[in-house]
T-cell receptor, first 113, second 114 residues
Framework: RKEVEQDPGPFNVPEGATVAFNCTYSNSASQSFFWYRQDCRKEPKLLMSVYSSGNEDGRFTAQLNRASQYISLLIRDSKLSDSATYLC??????????????FGRGTSLIVHP | GAGVSQSPSNKVTEKGKDVELRCDPISGHTALYWYRQSLGQGLEFLIYFQGNSAPDKSGLPSDRFSAERTGGSVSTLTIQRTQQEDSAVYLCASNRGAGSGELFFGEGSRLTVL
């Protein structure tokens, strides 16, 4: 089982739609969680951190369910500019002992007019 | 510049040649990570440097891969006897250390092995 799993999509939605992505992780000792955004042929950039209490940043809401080991990202009122790949990131312990950000394969979002 | 700098941005090489990829992290960032991203795939962890501690090399896929970080700053990733399956984008990231949250990525070095 992969450490961080995401549905690769693509999710193809019209402008204004609400879309949700889920991500599951296998390491129950994981300590911190993030969503990154990656545009085509660009480097990943932090979208938001994910806190146990849930957090919101404008149109974006992230939630963490430690008991079920999943993380979600909700995007409301989708814009064309939201089209990108969304990467779920979990800080988990690598086999060498360090806590390393581990990336999911990403979920592709396409917002169309 | 203020961001993570990587070079070269593109490298085309022949199978069997050695390549070196360079990363210059953000000044003051003690942690440096190398990842690679193959076409359509997620980021695969390669190696992690934290200050003067021994690096965590647990992600290196074979002994053809090595990396060093001189003076706690610039890092070089070396791939010896390159193979076609080494073709990928090699991404470097830095931050202030484990638990400090956001990773700041360079634009990557795109390696193509013919």
């Amino acid at each position: 089982r992969k450490e961080v799993e995401q549905d690769p999509g693509p999710f193809n939605v019209p402008e204004g739609a609400t879309v949700a992505f889920n991500c599951t992780y296998s390491n129950s000792a994981s300590q911190s969680f993030f969503w990154y955004r990656q545009d085509c042929r660009k480097e990943p950039k932090l979208l938001m951190s994910v806190y146990s209490s849930g957090n919101e940043d404008g149109r974006f809401t992230a939630q963490l369910n430690r008991a079920s080991q999943y993380i979600s990202l909700l995007i409301r009122d989708s814009k064309l500019s939201d089209s990108a790949t969304y990467l779920c990131v979990v800080n988990g312990r690598a086999s060498g002992g360090s806590y390393i950000p581990t990336f999911g394969r990403g979920t592709s979002l396409i917002v169309h007019p | 510049g203020a961001g993570v700098s990587q070079s070269p941005s593109n490298k085309v090489t022949e199978k069997g040649k050695d390549v070196e990829l360079r990363c210059d992290p953000i000044s003051g960032h003690t942690a440096l990570y190398w990842y690679r991203q193959s076409l359509g795939q997620g980021l695969e962890f390669l190696i992690y440097f934290q200050g003067n501690s021994a690096p965590d090399k647990s992600g290196l896929p074979s002994d053809r891969f090595s990396a060093e970080r001189t003076g706690g700053s610039v890092s070089t990733l070396t791939i010896q006897r390159t193979q076609q399956e080494d073709s990928a984008v090699y991404l470097c990231a830095s931050n202030r250390g484990a638990g400090s949250g956001e990773l700041f990525f360079g634009e990557g070095s795109r390696l193509t092995v013919l």
